[in-house]
Nanobody
Framework: QVQLVESGGGLVQAGGSLRLSCAAS????????MGWFRQAPGKEREFVAHISRSGASTVYADTVKGRLTISRDDAKNTVYLQMNSLKPEDTAVYYCAASGSSWRPSVESRYDYWGQGTQVTVSS
């Protein structure tokens, strides 16, 4: 079992930046590929970004490419999502998730463990 706790969400103006953190406990994070997903009000949860276990490979949704960056620090058992040039349409609850592999990284069912989410609100 691995427990995931997100933090770093908040209210920011359009064009601003936030850095989300996802701290893991229970098992070593290096055993898992990690992903970020988000769910906006009234919408289904969607894929945002993925990083492989080694950190050498990343995958992004087209809507966030060039603005959001996923990274990991296994020594701190933490995964990050650096969010720059934020837009109102980025407003959502952001979730981190852990998977045993990087196969089909945008598919929710490939992830075994989920955090509780952190709210990001971008004002126009």
């Amino acid at each position: 079992q691995v427990q995931l706790v997100e933090s770093g969400g908040g209210l920011v103006q359009a064009g601003g930046s936030l850095r989300l953190s996802c701290a893991a406990s229970g098992r070593t994070l290096s055993n898992y590929a990690m992903g970020w997903f988000r769910q906006a009000p009234g919408k289904e949860r969607e894929f945002v970004a993925h990083i492989s276990r080694s950190g050498a490979s990343t995958v992004y949704a087209d809507t966030v490419k060039g603005r959001l960056t996923i990274s990991r620090d296994d020594a701190k058992n933490t995964v990050y999502l650096q969010m720059n040039s934020l837009k109102p349409e980025d407003t959502a609850v952001y979730y981190c998730a852990a998977s045993g592999s990087s196969w089909r990284p945008s598919v929710e069912s490939r992830y075994d463990y989920w955090g509780q989410g952190t709210q990001v609100t971008v004002s126009s």
